[in-house]
């Protein structure tokens, strides 16, 4: 089944404490992006990748790291998270960068 | 960073009601995407449109990519009970003076529909 996944679902950590949010994707695409959502915000992109290797900045990028070193996952760190970041994370991937079409669950962060 | 400005923020319709909502920028898109997404989930391509002027149907929906690349609307006709969820514009791939940001994506703030039955 084609699908992007992220873990871990929920995460409460505390601030300043390094984290990484995964996000794997089994479609052999080339475009992936993490987006942060907030209430009244909608969804802003944090980063985003056009291949291995090839990644950009997204409207929110300030306090976020990304890698892409294999062409299936690109992982999210938070070198020293804020309770600002406390907010739901998504991942998407798309095929051509046309059009962002699987997006995964969902990651749920709380930094207190 | 890029905002797109959607409306309306809300809407409560009786079941069978159309339901239209829009998206306007300051900036131009190669296409403008819209997504719906259900409590607890991400959210679900419905429609993408390509082309400066495009309109495209989805069942009963239908969406235009605006002539002036700076707009799109959605229309949702005869609304049932399913059709509730945050309905959101996106324009992805922005043109700016250095180039084309392929990949880019920009989100409107959405628009959370009700319908009654």
């Known amino acids: 089944e084609a699908q992007v996944t992220q873990n871990p679902r929920y995460l409460i950590t505390v601030t300043g404490k390094k984290l990484t949010v995964t996000c794997s994707q089994n479609?052999?695409?080339?475009?992936m992006s993490w987006y942060r959502q907030d209430p009244g915000l909608g969804l802003r992109q944090i980063y985003y990748?056009?291949?291995?290797?090839?990644?950009d900045k997204g409207d929110v990028p300030e306090g976020y790291k990304v890698s892409r070193k294999e062409k299936r996952n690109f992982p999210l760190i938070l070198e020293s998270p804020s309770p600002n970041q406390t907010s739901l994370y998504f991942c998407?991937?798309?095929?051509?960068?046309?059009?962002?079409?699987?997006f995964g669950q969902g990651t749920r962060l709380t930094v207190v | 960073g890029q905002q797109l400005n959607q409306s309306p923020q809300s809407m409560f319709i009786q079941e069978g009601e159309d339901v239209s909502m829009n998206c306007t920028s300051s900036s131009i898109f190669n296409t403008w995407l819209w997504y719906k997404q259900d409590p607890g989930e991400g959210p679900v391509l419905l429609i993408a449109?390509?082309?400066?002027?495009e309109l495209t149907s989805n069942g009963r929906l239908t969406a235009q990519f605006g002539t002036t690349r700076k707009d799109s609307f959605l229309n949702i006709s005869a609304s049932i009970p399913s059709d509730v969820g945050i309905y959101f514009c996106a324009g992805l791939g922005s043109m700016g003076a250095g180039g084309t940001s392929y990949g880019k994506l920009t989100f409107g703030q959405g628009t959370i529909l009700t319908v009654h039955p």
């Open positions: 998407a991937s798309s095929g051509d960068g046309i059009a962002y079409s699987f």
């Open positions: 449109l390509y082309k400066a002027g």
């Open positions: 990748s056009m291949n291995v290797e090839v990644t």
């Open positions: 479609m052999n695409h080339e475009y």
